[in-house]
């Protein structure tokens, strides 16, 4: 008989605005799946307030954290510590507890290539991504790592593109270009797999329209977008039309999801699951 228990262990997301951050009912569904007694929850934390909140997950004994907008970079400075890929990219976006430390961990960018391994191996892949904010960050450094052949960022600031092309030059061995963004972009005729790593149509910006030639898609490049809500963007919706192979926000967002429920449970869980209960939200 195992003795009554009325207390779970916690876990949660940090962010502002946070209220349609949808990794809750992913994480939710997994722990109840592998019969854990385990919660997720979703906490509205203003950047002043930043402090003060990762001090409460240490008093009260949260398992983990993940962090959205706009706490990735500032959480850094209230961490016991942080993992050699959150270092390279300067973010965080999962924090997991190791004994009474709080480390920092960046599982996004490792999650976008494990949904990409779906399609392609990235190894020797040209790649262009569009973006150069915390996602792409994440994205190109682990897709250079993963062996990407070449990378060119195309971003509308020059000031973040360039900067990312410096931390990629820096960090690792990619060839790595940048193209300002002005008016619609053509893509060459070489490329392997397109990338939008911008916030270019997420909720409420659904309609958004994606400045890209989409005449230059060809039917053997793989396009790629992180925004999970709603998963269909513009830009899915015509390299569908154009015949290329897709891949949407979720399963960057399942894929990041399930290495944190590794790194704070040390089980491994079901991504069909996870993505189905996605799924059932957006009624996919
Ligand atoms: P940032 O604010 O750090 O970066 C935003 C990027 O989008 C910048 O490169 C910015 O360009 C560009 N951008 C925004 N609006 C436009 C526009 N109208 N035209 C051209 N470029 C634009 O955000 P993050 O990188 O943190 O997040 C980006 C997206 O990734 C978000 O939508 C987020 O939801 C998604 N995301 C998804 C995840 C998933 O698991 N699926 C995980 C993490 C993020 P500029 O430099 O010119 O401002």
């Known amino acids: ?49 930043l402090e003060q909140a990762v001090g409460g997950l240490r008093a009260m004994g949260f398992r983990g954290a993940n962090l959205t907008i706009p706490h990735k970079v500032a959480v850094i400075q209230h961490l016991d510590g942080i993992s050699d890929a959150a270092a390279m990219m ?37 790649i262009v991504m569009f973006g150069a904010g915390g996602a792409a960050r994440a994205i190109g450094v682990e897709t250079a790592l993963a062996g990407a052949a070449e990378i060119t960022i195309v971003n509308r600031s020059a000031e973040r593109g360039e900067a990312l092309v410096q931390l990629l030059s820096e960090k690792t061995s990619v060839p790595v270009s940048f193209i300002q963004w002005d008016g619609d972009y053509t893509l060459a005729e070489d490329v392997d797999v397109v990338i939008n790593a911008t916030s270019i149509g997420l909720y409420p910006d659904v309609d958004a329209v994606f400045p890209l030639d989409f005449s230059s898609l060809k039917s053997n490049m793989i396009v790629s977008d992180v925004i999970p809500n709603p998963p269909q963007t513009h830009l899915l919706r015509e390299a569908a039309k154009a015949g290329c192979p897709t891949l949407d926000g979720l399963g960057m967002l399942v894929n990041q999801g399930v290495i944190g429920f590794q790194l704070w449970t040390g089980v491994d869980p079901d991504p069909k699951l996870m993505r189905a209960a996605l799924e059932d939200v957006f009624g996919v």
């Open 90 to 126: 300067g973010a965080v976006n999962c924090i997991v507890r190791k004994g009474d430390q709080l480390v920092g961990e960046n599982t996004d960018g490792k999650g976008f290539v494990q949904s990409l391994k779906e399609l392609t191996d990235p190894t020797g892949k040209k």
């Open 1 to 49: 008989n195992q003795p009554l228990n009325f207390k779970q262990e916690l876990t949660c997301v940090f962010g502002q605005p946070v209220a349609e951050n949808p990794t809750q009912c992913m994480m939710e569904a997994a722990y109840n799946d592998c019969g854990l007694e385990w919660r997720y929850l979703t906490i509205e934390v203003a950047p002043d307030n």
